[in-house]
């Protein structure tokens, strides 16, 4: 089983950057791919970006760019790099770890990003 935990959000001014982190933790030698989602009030979680374990990266339109997505290669921790934030971007951010092993997502508890005008 695996198990993921985000840190790092906060509230920063449009145009200024944040850095994500998600540290995942028990069968980490399962995951094939991570990612991050987002999610605001009263809608649905919607993809930001993805990477699997051969380095292939997936990015929403909306952060092509300005985000960029990193791991280590044991697949222990990855991060979120997000530049020239937007209010736009405010919204819980989710990490999520893919697995081979049931269960086969592991969401985290989510973080919040807050991005003022």
């Known amino acids: 089983q695996v198990q993921v935990v985000e840190s790092g959000g906060g509230l920063v001014q449009a145009g200024g950057s944040l850095r994500l982190y998600c540290a995942a933790s028990?069968?980490?030698?399962?995951?094939?791919?991570m990612g991050w989602y987002r999610q605001t009030p009263g809608n649905q979680r919607e993809l930001v970006a993805t990477i699997t374990s051969g380095g292939d990266t997936n990015y929403a339109d909306s952060v092509k760019g300005r985000f960029t997505i990193v791991r280590d290669t044991a697949w222990r921790s990855m991060y979120l790099q997000m530049n020239s934030l937007k209010p736009d971007d405010t919204a819980v951010y989710f990490c999520?770890?893919?697995?081979?092993?049931?269960?086969?997502?592991?969401w985290g508890q989510g973080t919040q990003v807050t991005v003022s005008s």
């Open positions: 028990g069968s980490t030698y399962s995951i094939y791919k």
């Open positions: 999520i770890a893919y697995s081979l092993a049931n269960p086969q997502q592991s």
